[in-house]
């Protein structure tokens, strides 16, 4: 206190600032603006690569192998995302195909070679035909040789979905994508359905159809019919189906 009863400033107080005090704000400049607008494209628009979905399937008589080519047709209409069809090896002799009357395997279709393939997929559709209400043998050896991914969990995150041929209208449809969740499950893969997404195509009662909400299929009967356009259409929408997925996985 002073000598008059009053506070005796602070020398290191800032001085007030009143009401005439002139602000200066400086504007930036064009240079800045642009690269302002520069660094905040880069920070949003993030570019996604070009995706791939891998279509594996076994067909002994060519029913599944008819669903793989125009689930493939619906993959590569979308846009940004790329199928590639594979085989995975077969498991028994030429003998006892010919005496089984299974007709050649089509060359353009690679075999799959090592499964260390799969890594590079974002994607898979996985098709096969029924034995007793489950996947063929060739199909279960071929998931039997991934130990070395599930190790690892490398496919873990990926999403995949089935489509499947049985010889009956009870043949195991459903059942055989029931029990091949199994595989994705101790993988870590996304396992996606269908549904009913095809709307109207999956409602219709008027003829045969094979496919159901776990995915497309074709009734082969005793290996002479062939899918129809219902059947062909609702793999078609499924290839489409999962390449949309397969987008969004890839934003998030």
Known sequence: MGKGGGCVPSKKKPPAVTGNTPVTISSPTNNEVQQLSTELERETIVPIPNLKILIVFYSMYGHVETLARRMKKGVDGVDGVTAVLLRVPETLSDGVL???????????????????????ADGFLFGFPTRYGSMAAQMKAFFDSTGGLWREQKLAGKPAGFFVSTGTQGGGQETTAWTAITQLAHHGMLYVPVGYTFGAGMFKMDSIRGGTPYGAGVFAGDGTREPTETELALAEHQGKYMAGVVKKLARA
């Open 98 to 120: 010919r005496q089984m009357q299974a007709p050649s395997k089509d060359d353009e279709i690679k075999e799959m070679s090592s499964v260390d393939e799969l890594e590079s």
